[in-house]
């Protein structure tokens, strides 16, 4: 009788973590004060020369990924899109492998982990897993809006 027990103890917790893991696949985390190494390197700015390109005039999108990581390339479709239609937005990707130093700068543990950045170049929050459109605009809300110029006006 003890083994039936212990079977359906072990499905159900396997349950209840697949089902907190996959709720907090792709959600934007603001960055907070908690601590983590994650956290504690917030105030970190990442520009051109860390990048590649130069930053958005709202925000760019860090893309971490892997090359055998199927999430990446949906990842990669959605925040290129938003990118795309979103003014003063970039994308950028990066081979998680090839660039070590920002995994172990950021707290990076899988792929694809998105990194947010405001206009400055600090990290605002981040995503990891997968990410939907809904999930990238809302990480978008907390970056400001490019200001207009005067002159157009």
Sequence with gaps: MRGPVLVLAVLALASVIGLVWRARNGRFRASGGSGSAADDARDARLGAEDLGVAPGERATFVQLSSEVCAA????????????????????????????????????????????????????????????????????LASCPRPRRDAAAR
């Design 72 to 139: 990446c390339r949906s990842t990669r479709c959605v925040l290129s899109a938003v990118a795309a239609t979103e003014p003063g937005v970039v994308h950028v990707e990066l081979d998680a492998a090839q660039r070590l130093d920002l995994v172990e700068r950021f707290g990076v543990l899988r792929t694809p982990t998105t990194l947010v950045l405001g206009p400055d170049g600090a990290v605002v929050g981040r995503m990891s897993g997968a990410t939907d459109r809904a999930q990238a605009l809302a990480a």
